[in-house]
């Protein structure tokens, strides 16, 4: 870890006065953002009255590079996309089932009353816990990661990104880490979880390590209205804090794939659509108003949440997805601040496999043998809590599951 990791509370009051020091005009800059950040919501809002403020585009566009302009940069603007149909709906199905039936089968539940999961990291977001499983090896979830239209989805996806660099390109858009996430399976009725508004990613450290300065350069010592969120140079070398909480890898996009049909009121996704709102948000933590030692709520090792406290003006923005159906795809660039619905209100069950998009960078390739070893062994992702489920679970993907784009991925093969 880095030194100033070691003690934290330090740290902040160190990097803020820093900061601060370095910023006489931070009252000017805020005023800016603010400004920018109004104009950014209303537009929102009116655009999920007049039919929906997330872009949704037709994989088949995709597939025939027929994506307008104009598409990519609305998604570019509002940092959210849906993709539909790309996998068929019936493979999405029975997906599904095969996941209910390896729930049951290994009897899942009787052994997560013995574990200590994911719970401890979300303790700061106000809404209880998710309903989400620790596995990652199910052959749903490896074939879907491995689905060749998904690839062409995050290609198209992560070419959204500005990549090229000053020693180079910063990532290749064409080739794909593996990043093993989990699955949500959610029960209509359902009033015990969901997620309150945040971003993954890290939290204290975007202030705290210079690693994170280069990114956002433009709010700390340029033009804060000059500031773009899809700019890779300086992503790929960002250090967080080791947390199962804080994704290790650089992700262009989050993203799942829907295994049922879910929409407002179905315990699912929330996102304030606007990409580059995390700008905002650095300069807010370094306001008079904000304690020497405070960065607006931010914790060392946890989710970065938005608080209605000093995030009032950005949770306004907060909107649901539109229905998405089983084989359709959502994503949302990795700033974005999100949310989990607290309540199913819905008549079915409200299921995803998490796959975002983790293109082929040095970063990326440090985590894959870690991965790679996990998966042979059939152990839990090496940046969640080690729960290890699945070393003896009947049904569990083994590397002959693999296609060659899936030994790619895992990068076990050239």
Known sequence: MEAWMNDVPAAIVAAKAALRDGMNDRRDRMAALDAWLEKEVTAVRAEQ????????????????????????????RRGCAIVRGVMPREQADGWNAEIGRYIDENDYYERAK????????????????????????????????????????????????????????????????????????????????????????????????????AVYRDLLSGDP???????????TETKEIPSPAVCSLFRTFQGWTAL????????????????????????????????????????????????????????????????VEPGDTVWWHPDVIHAVEDEHRGSGYSNVIYIGAAPDCAKNRVFQPRQAKAFLEGR?????????????????????DLTPLGRRQMGLDA
């Open 380 to 400: 839990s992702c090496p940046d969640f809590a080690a729960e290890d489920y699945e070393v003896d679970f009947v049904g569990r993907a083994v590397e002959a």
């Open 260 to 323: 049922t049909r879910q929409g407002p009121g179905d315990g699912t996704l929330r996102l304030a659509p606007i990409a580059g709102a995390m700008g905002w948000m650095i300069l807010r933590a370094l306001q008079d108003d904000v304690a020497a030692d405070d960065l607006c709520g931010a914790r060392p090792g946890r989710a970065l949440a938005a608080f209605p406290q000093w995030h009032a003006k950005l949770l306004e923005a907060v909107v649901p997805i539109p229905v």
């Open 225 to 235: 209205l000059a500031y773009d969120p899809w700019i890779a140079a300086g992503r």
């Open 49 to 76: 009255a007049a039919g929906g403020a997330v872009p949704v585009l037709a994989f088949a566009d995709i597939a025939a590079g027929r994506v307008r302009e104009e598409d990519r940069a609305r998604i570019r």
């Open 114 to 213: 013995s574990k200590v999961g994911m719970d401890q990291y979300f303790a700061l977001l106000d809404s209880a816990r998710p309903q989400i499983f620790g596995l990652y090896w199910s052959r749903p979830q490896v074939q879907a990661r491995q689905h060749e239209s998904l690839a062409a989805t995050r290609a198209f996806l992560n070419r959204l990104w500005t990549f090229d660099g000053p020693d180079g390109p910063v990532f290749d858009p064409d080739r794909e880490c593996t990043y093993a996430d989990r699955v949500r399976r959610r029960q209509p009725g359902d009033k015990t979880i969901g997620l309150s508004p945040h971003a993954d990613g890290g939290s204290v450290e975007r202030w705290c390590d210079p690693s994170f300065h």
